[in-house]
């Protein structure tokens, strides 16, 4: 857990305007499933909902949804790396971390929510 980041280990490196703690795991990798991942799937079912019996409108949200996942998924989580602020062993313990929520709240969460209100 106590990776240090990676311009704590090489001084060519400058940290862009980074707490002065240990990076491990990325936190922004984790917000990305979280939270994106969340708003996206409910995006998904809300449409889905309205638009069940036209494929095509379901195949293009489909695909809206998934790119922009993506994009924000690589977006964030690779200029945590570029800008020198985290590894890429603490953006994937990161993005583990998130994925994991992530699946919690499908499996779980989801349908507590869905019952209490």
Same mark, same amino acid.
């Given at each position: 857990?106590? #990776? *240090?980041? *990676?311009? !704590?280990? #090489?001084?060519? &490196?400058?940290?862009?305007?980074?707490? @002065? #703690?240990?990076?491990? *795991?990325?936190?922004?990798?984790?917000?990305?499933? /979280?939270?994106? %991942?969340?708003?996206?799937?409910?995006?998904?079912?809300?449409?889905?909902?309205?638009?069940?019996?036209?494929?095509?409108?379901? =195949?293009?949200?489909?695909? +809206?949804?998934?790119?922009? $996942?993506? !994009?924000? =998924?690589? %977006?964030?989580?690779?200029?945590? &790396? !570029?800008? %020198?602020?985290?590894?890429?062993?603490?953006? /994937? /313990?990161?993005?583990?971390? %998130? &994925?994991?929520? $992530?699946? +919690?709240?499908?499996?779980? @969460? #989801?349908?507590?929510?869905?019952?209490? $209100?």
């Amino acid at each position: 857990m106590n #990776d *240090p980041r *990676p311009y !704590f280990v #090489d001084s060519t &490196i400058k940290g862009w305007e980074c707490y @002065a #703690d240990f990076g491990n *795991p990325s936190g922004h990798a984790t917000s990305v499933w /979280m939270f994106y %991942g969340i708003i996206l799937i409910e995006v998904y079912r809300e449409i889905k909902s309205r638009y069940s019996s036209k494929t095509v409108v379901l =195949l293009i949200t489909k695909v +809206v949804c998934l790119a922009v $996942f993506m !994009f924000l =998924l690589i %977006g964030i989580v690779f200029c945590r &790396i !570029f800008l %020198g602020v985290h590894s890429l062993n603490q953006v /994937m /313990m990161g993005s583990v971390f %998130g &994925i994991y929520i $992530f699946m +919690v709240f499908l499996w779980y @969460a #989801d349908k507590w929510i869905e019952y209490l $209100f």
